[in-house]
Structures are given as structure tokens and as C-alpha cells.
């Protein structure tokens, strides 16, 4: 016993009460054949006279214990007393087990609501109040000085554990209420999100999580790709979305940085956020519904910053219809493919497009003389069958190519270097 005490008492009262203890088991053996305990014994006896005095103290000292009853203040304590003052008579070192009847306390006290300020004072307090009676039981006894250090210290030493399990207590319940907390916000933000409550689940679960149920809220998505860009995105959505009081309702769910927020959320040019109208609570699935296709356009698109479908235009219909999409692509640019020549091709039927036809702009951009551009684009429209002055075939060609753009088609268009900039 006498090493093991060693080796503890060293790590939290210091090498000098862990040295003067085992030279005092040397030189002072009537310690050892049970001085310590039968002061404990004499301390225990006095139990009918010590509770009513911490009670008065804990009463004065703890304003939060005002409203308890007796017995709910002296809940578990008493047990608590009796197990450390026997273990500190017979000078065992501090441990977990010996603790446990502190931790069950400790916790149920933390979900009752009790703050740790609290917590950390009745253990003083109710230290202070023991170590009162054992000083009376030690001056009456006329023990060594020696003894009474020895067992002063060691108390105290015990009571520091008892801060420390009650601390740890503590930061445990709070972590598991974090985890809860999250757990329960993710699951209403989904049912949200995917228009699976009711308005009176609304009504009655919105502001538990800080929504207003009567305002218009914006749905908004992003898709970090690491813990940091999910800080910065929600710090970037917290500080530009927030109106008076009304914050955005935030949570990580399957992947995605999903919620809503009282108004348009700005995360800048570094990231991405797809966001949908201002809808009511009850409406929120369009609102998410319209933030989904955004996002999924302008990832491809490798667009950034805020984006909603009004914003992007057509082009999420590039996306969209994909088994024609692929019909028509077949029919229409896959003869291109492995054609010589046929990538420039594309690219200007493209750029052209883009610069809403006008030759001039498209020779610039591409570096090529105004009659390459017109010879091109005869060869698109005599080999795809795509005629760009009837407007159903702009439509098609600019659905075609802007698909292939954002992935969605033959690998060849992208190796020949195909410009993935958003048309504008």
C-alpha cells in the first residue's frame, strides 16, 4: 500500500508529502497499526452532528440550493462522507472506484441543471465543515503533530480528486448534450428540409432550434470538402445571413452543409453555396428542392460563390433530360468525336455561342481569322445536322455542348480542351 500511495500522492500533492509520508511510516509504525482509522471512526460517529452543519452551510454558501428540501440537498452525500473518510484513515490513495459514489451524484446534478461553480463549492465547503470536525477529534486526542499534518494534507488531497472527478463529470454530460443537441437539430433539419413535418410540428420544433415559425426562411446547400471549409463556410453563413436576432438554422448532414436562414447567406469567391427563394417554414422542400439543382449546376460548372437557379439561367438544364441528352448527343456531336479536326470544331460552334454569335468576338477569342470561324461552323452544321440560325437548334446545340462542359458527355471533348468556363 505504502508504494502505491506513493506513486499517487506524488502526482498530485507534491514529492514532499509523498517523501515525509514513507519516511513517517518508517519512523512513526503506530501510524500504520491504526491511528488514522480510529480518528476516522471517531469523525463518523459524530455523522448526526456533521449533516445538519454542512446543510447550514451549503444553504449559506450556494445560493442554487435554496429551493431543495433536506433531503434532496443531503441526496447520496452522506454515503459519499462516510466512503472518503474511512479511505483517508486508512490513508489509501485517491482512484475512480473509490469515486464512484461522487460521479453518480455529480452527474445527476449536472442534468438537473446545476452550474459546475456550484458543484466545485459544495465540495469546499463541505471539505471545510469535515476537516472542522477532524480537527476537533485530532486536539481532543492530542495526537503528533505529525499525524495531524499527515492527515490534513492527505484530505485535502482526496478533496482535490473530488474537484477533478466533478470537473470531468461535467465536461462528459456537456459533450453528451452536444452530441444530443446535434443529433436532434440534424434530425428536425432534415424532416425540414424534405417537407417531412407537419406545421404544428413546425410550430412547436422550430424554436426550440431558433426559427421562427411566421417568418420566410432561404434553404441553402454546400459541399465541403474538409473539416476547415465546413468552419468556414458556416462562420461565412452565420455572419452574412444572420437579421437581428434570427440566425441560420446549420447542420452537417450526410456530407452537406445544409439549412436555412433568414435571408441570402454571402460566402464570397473561395467557396460555394446554392440557395433557393425565401419560402415559409411549411414550404421549405421547393426552396431546398431549387438550392439541390443549383448546387449540382454549379459544381459542375465549377461555379463559386452564391448561387441560385434565377442566377445560373439555363444552365442547369444542361443537366437535366439525360437520357435524351445522350440520344441526341449520339445523334448529333458524336460523329465529331473521332473525326480530324473535329474538337476545334466544337469549341467554336461553342465560343460562338457563347458570344452570342457574333463571329468577330469568337475569331478573338480563339485566335483565328473570321472565315475559320464561318468555314467551322458550315462543317458543324453540314455533320451534326444543327442548324444555329433556326433557334431549336440553338437550343439544342447549346444544351449539347454545355452538357459535355459539365461532364456529362464523351470524354473526347474535354481532352481536346474544351474551355469549362460558365457561358455567360
Known amino acids: 500500500m505504502g508504494g502505491a500511495l506513493v506513486q499517487v500522492t506524488m502526482s498530485s500533492t507534491g ?213 476547415r471549409q465546413v468552419i468556414d463556410l458556416a462562420t461565412a453563413i452565420g455572419r452574412s445571413a444572420t437579421v437581428d436576432k434570427r440566425r441560420p438554422l446549420t447542420e452537417l448532414v450526410e456530407g452537406d452543409l445544409v439549412g436555412c436562414a433568414p435571408q441570402r447567406p454571402e460566402v464570397g469567391e473561395d467557396h460555394l453555396v446554392a440557395v433557393g427563394p425565401p419560402v415559409e417554414l411549411a414550404r421549405m422542400r421547393e426552396s431546398f428542392a431549387d438550392a439541390s439543382i443549383a448546387l449540382e449546376a454549379a459544381e459542375s460548372f465549377e461555379l463559386r460563390g452564391t448561387i441560385d437557379l434565377i442566377g445560373i439561367g439555363p444552365l442547369s438544364l444542361a443537366l437535366a433530360a439525360e437520357r435524351a441528352a445522350a440520344s441526341l448527343d449520339a445523334h448529333h456531336l458524336a460523329p465529331l468525336d473521332d473525326m480530324p479536326g473535329g474538337a476545334e470544331i466544337l469549341l467554336t460552334a461553342r465560343t460562338l455561342l457563347e458570344h452570342d454569335q457574333h463571329v468577330e468576338a469568337t475569331s478573338k477569342q480563339l485566335h483565328v481569322h473570321p472565315n475559320t470561324v464561318r468555314y467551322r461552323m458550315n462543317r458543324f452544321r453540314s455533320i451534326t445536322g444543327l442548324d444555329l440560325r433556326h433557334t431549336s437548334d440553338v437550343v439544342t446545340a447549346w444544351w449539347l455542348l454545355n452538357r459535355r462542359v459539365a461532364g456529362r458527355g464523351p470524354m473526347q471533348d474535354r481532352r481536346a480542351g474544351l474551355d469549362r468556363r460558365m457561358v455567360t
Do not use: C
Open 15 to 227: 514529492p514532499d508529502f509523498a517523501a515525509r509520508y514513507a519516511e513517517l511510516r518508517k519512523t512513526r509504525p503506530e501510524i500504520a497499526q491504526g491511528v488514522t482509522i480510529e480518528v476516522a471512526r471517531r469523525v463518523l460517529a459524530r455523522a448526526d452532528e456533521l449533516q445538519p452543519k454542512m446543510i447550514r452551510a451549503f444553504r449559506a454558501g450556494i445560493p442554487a440550493y435554496a429551493d431543495m428540501t433536506d433531503e434532496e440537498l443531503l441526496n447520496g452525500i452522506p454515503e459519499i462522507v462516510g466512503n472518503v473518510v474511512l479511505r483517508v484513515g486508512s490513508l489509501k490513495p485517491p482512484s475512480r472506484e473509490a469515486f464512484e459514489p461522487l460521479e453518480r451524484l455529480a452527474r445527476q446534478r449536472v442534468l438537473e441543471g446545476f452550474a459546475l461553480e456550484a458543484l466545485i463549492r459544495t465540495v469546499q465547503i463541505g471539505t471545510r465543515e469535515l476537516m472542522a470536525i477532524v480537527g476537533e477529534e485530532l486536539a481532543e486526542a492530542r495526537y503528533d503533530i505529525d499525524v495531524v499534518l499527515l492527515l490534513h494534507e492527505f484530505a485535502w488531497d482526496w478533496a482535490n480528486h473530488a474537484t477533478e472527478t466533478i470537473v470531468r463529470v461535467h465536461r462528459e454530460v456537456d459533450h453528451e448534450r452536444t452530441r444530443h443537441d446535434r443529433a436532434r437539430r440534424a434530425e428536425f433539419l432534415r424532416a425540414l428540409l424534405h417537407g417531412q413535418l407537419s406545421p404544428e410540428q413546425i410550430s412547436a420544433e422550430g424554436p426550440v432550434h431558433g426559427l421562427d415559425p411566421a417568418a420566410s426562411y432561404i434553404a441553402f446547400r454546400a459541399r465541403p470538402l474538409s473539416e
